[in-house]
């Protein structure tokens, strides 16, 4: 059984650029979350993705934006980025409504640098 | 607002000690689940344990186990056995009954003394 795997593991981009970053969810899983850990603090939601649709968001701006895909990998783009920006970026996967199932699978995460 | 607080920034316990982090929430939902995460210095957020609120019965994972006090909204890891493997950033985590989203307390740092 494959994990949850992210890539790249660290990226480094200047204000204003625009970032993707990559999450392979775990072999059976359907849904996808992504959360934002900034330093010294618990990670923070920022969406969810099921079945390719937009699930649930968190207080992020529209520049946060993601996708699911067929194969329930996911993908989160951020646009004008800002120095605020820098952070862990965590992808869970999950296999949504099943009663009881809540639990979600981390990946390592990306560090995000914004210089 | 559904929030999880945990008001121990930093702790650090002797090998082969007990240790209890503490996690209070604030929720108004009677369905919800509860977890204890824990990130090493590699990142990676492993599950600790979980709680269906539902049940009474504590949880208990091995040397972990927790103290979930309904009423009192409490939900606090105790950790027997302390190993130098255990030393890590513990999140308490709250999701309700068919939502979407974990909500995380700030976490507390542990450390294991040899």
Redesign the interface.
Same mark, same amino acid.
């Given at each position: 059984e494959t994990g949850v795997t992210q890539s790249p593991t660290h990226l480094i981009k200047t204000r204003g650029q625009q970032v993707t970053l990559r999450c392979s969810s775990q072999s059976g899983h359907n849904?996808v979350?992504w %959360?934002q850990q900034a330093l +010294?603090? *618990? #990670?923070?939601?920022i969406f969810?993705y %099921?079945r390719e649709e937009e &699930? *649930?968001r +968190?207080n992020f701006p529209p520049r946060f934006s993601g996708l699911q895909f067929p194969n329930y990998s996911s993908e989160l783009n951020v646009n004008a980025l800002e120095l605020d920006d820098s952070a /862990?970026y /965590?992808c869970?996967s999950s296999l949504? /409504?099943v009663?009881?199932r &809540?639990?979600?699978?981390?990946? #390592? +995460?990306t560090?995000l640098t914004v210089l | 607002a559904q929030t999880v607080t945990q008001s121990q920034p930093e702790m650090s316990v002797q090998e082969a000690e007990t240790v209890t982090l503490s996690c209070t929430y604030d929720t108004s939902e009677s369905n919800y689940y509860l977890f204890w995460y824990k990130q090493p210095p590699s990142r990676q957020m492993i599950l600790v344990i979980r709680q269906e609120a539902y049940k009474q019965q504590n949880a208990t994972e091995n040397r972990f186990s927790v103290n979930f006090q309904k009423a009192a909204k409490s939900f606090s890891l105790k950790i027997s056995d302390s190993q130098l493997g255990d030393t890590a950033m513990y999140f308490c985590a709250f999701t309700g009954s068919g939502t979407y989203k974990y909500i995380f307390g700030t976490g507390t740092r542990l450390k294991v003394l040899a």
């Open positions: 849904t979350s %959360y +010294g603090q *618990g #990670p923070q939601f969810q %099921y &699930n *649930g +968190g /862990l /965590l869970a949504a /409504l009663e009881g &809540n639990e979600q699978f981390f990946g #390592p +995460g560090r | -």
